[in-house]
């Protein structure tokens, strides 16, 4: 791979990082909104949505990870 490829795959990289910082304490906010909710709430539409979303954040942030590291190999690292 040539330096010029590389060094997109690097600012990608850097964007895939960023993405994450800003979506992981979204994903923790969440998880804990739902967490603090009584038995009753959680089992209620508004717990269901809220856990249903902090398992779709999960699930991102995980995707994200995995893209980073898929870039990682591309490059040979």
């Known amino acids: 791979m040539n330096k010029s490829r590389r060094a997109i795959i ?3 990289q ?5 993405a ?3 979506l992981e304490p979204v994903r923790d906010e969440e998880q ?3 967490d603090n909710l009584s038995d009753g709430l959680k089992n209620a539409e508004k717990g269901q949505a809220a856990e249903a979303a902090a398992s779709a954040l ?4 995980d995707s994200l990870q995995e893209a980073f590291d898929f870039c990682e190999e591309a490059v040979g690292g």
């Open 14 to 18: 850097g964007l895939i990082e960023e």
């Open 32 to 34: 804990e909104s739902f």
């Open 10 to 12: 690097a600012k990608v």
């Open 20 to 22: 994450k910082e800003l």
């Open 58 to 61: 999960d699930s991102a942030c």
